[in-house]
């Protein structure tokens, strides 16, 4: 399954929608903070993320997943990104960190190379 972590409404239901025209089962959640409560860390085989959120961004989450030894391959979205932020993300483990707005073929691609790693 895909997790999507956005607290853009019209974003999550277009990369939700993106993923299922595919055949991706895709969960969305509105805050890293409601992933994280889901308790579906552990059934997620790649995580779509937005960097910036209130309260916990998509850098933090993926720290907090880190530390919890649950490495989830994670691509990061943002609208906001430079190059210092990608480096931290690419460091950190994410698999990929694209600026939007994105190309959905190249999203696609990224999730499913997620998925097989």
């Known amino acids: 399954m895909v997790a999507i972590v956005d607290d853009d409404d019209l974003m999550r239901s277009a990369l939700q929608g993106l993923l299922k025209s595919v055949g991706l089962p895709a969960q969305a959640f509105a805050s890293a903070e409601e992933f994280l409560k889901s308790g579906q860390q552990h059934e997620v085989g790649c995580l779509v993320a937005d960097i910036r959120m209130p309260g916990m961004s998509g850098l933090e989450l993926q720290a907090k997943l880190n530390a919890d030894e649950c490495r989830i391959p ?11 932020m ?9 698999v990929e960190f694209m600026a939007k707005p994105f190309d959905d073929e190249a999203l696609l691609e990224s999730v499913r190379a997620a998925l097989e790693s």
């Open 74 to 84: 994670t691509i990061f979205i943002t609208a906001h990104g430079d190059e210092k």
């Open 86 to 94: 990608r480096m931290q993300a690419l460091r950190a483990g994410a």
